[in-house]
C-alpha cells in the first residue's frame, strides 16, 4: 500500500549543518529538497530586479521581504514532484509571516526539524564550508574535506560566509526562532547538531522512519 509522502521542515542557525542534512535525507528518503537560501542565490546569480533586492538583505545578513521569498517557496511546494514524491523545506518559513502564510493554504508538515549547534561552533562552521559549484555539495576545510584536487581547485566560498556576516546572520535567527517554533511545537524534535554529520543524520534517521512506519499503518487500502 503506498503511504501519503512525507512532508518535513528542518530549521536551525546559519551553519548548524541543514543543508549537510537535506544531502543525507533526499539520497535516502528521495525528498524534493526545497531551500530558500539556494532559491535566493540562484535569484542573485540571474541578475534580476528581485536577485539584486534580495542580495542587499543577504549582505546585511537581514530576512528577504516576504513579497520575494514566499511565492518563490510556495510554488516550489505547490509543484507536482513535490506534492508526488514529498518535500523537505530547508531554512523556511524563518518568521511568524511566512510560517502563517503556509498555514493559510494548509500547508503543514508532518514533522519540524531543529538543529541544536553550540554557537561556539558556528563562525568555525561558517568560515571553513566551501561549496562545490558542479555537484552542489557542501564541504568543510576540516570537517568535510573535499576528495580529490580537481575539486579542491574549484570550491567556492558564499558571499556571506564571513565572521561578520554570520554574527548578523546568527541575530536575524535569533530574532524569528522563537515565533516560528511556537506554530509548530506540538511536531518539533531538537536535534543535537554538534555531533558528527553522520550521528547526527542518525538522530534524524530514526524520526524519519518512525514517521514512515507510522504512515504505512494509517494509510487505507485503495
Ligand atoms: P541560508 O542559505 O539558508 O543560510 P543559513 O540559514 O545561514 O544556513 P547555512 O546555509 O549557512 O548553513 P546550513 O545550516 O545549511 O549548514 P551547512 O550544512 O552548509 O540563508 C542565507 C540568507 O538568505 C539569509 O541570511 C537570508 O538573508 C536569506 N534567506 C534564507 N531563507 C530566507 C527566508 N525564509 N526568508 C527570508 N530570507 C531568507 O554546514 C555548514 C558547514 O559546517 C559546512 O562546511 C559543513 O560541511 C559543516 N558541517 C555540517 N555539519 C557538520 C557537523 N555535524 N560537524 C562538523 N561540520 C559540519
Redesign the pocket.
Known sequence: VDSEPLKIMIS??????????CEFITKKYGLVHI????L??TEVASGSENGKLAKK??EK????PDEI?VMM?KERLLMSNSQEQGWLL??????LS?ARALEEHGIRPDLFIL?DVSEEFLVE??V???LDPVTGK???LK??PPESEEITARLNQ?F??TEEKVIL?LQ??HQNVKDVLSIYEDITIKVD?????ED?FAQIDSALAGLVGQKKRTSTPL
Open positions: 536551525g542557525a546559519p551553519a548548524s549543518g541543514k543543508g549537510t542534512q531551500a530558500a537560501g539556494d535566493l542565490r538583505y543577504m545578513g537581514q530576512l528577504v521569498v517557496v530547508d531554512g523556511y518559513p524563518r518568521s511566512q538543529l562552521r561558517v571553513g564550508r566551501r557542501i564541504y568543510h570537517y568535510s558564499r556571506d560566509d546572520r536575524t535567527h547538531g554538534n555531533a558528527s554529520k547526527v
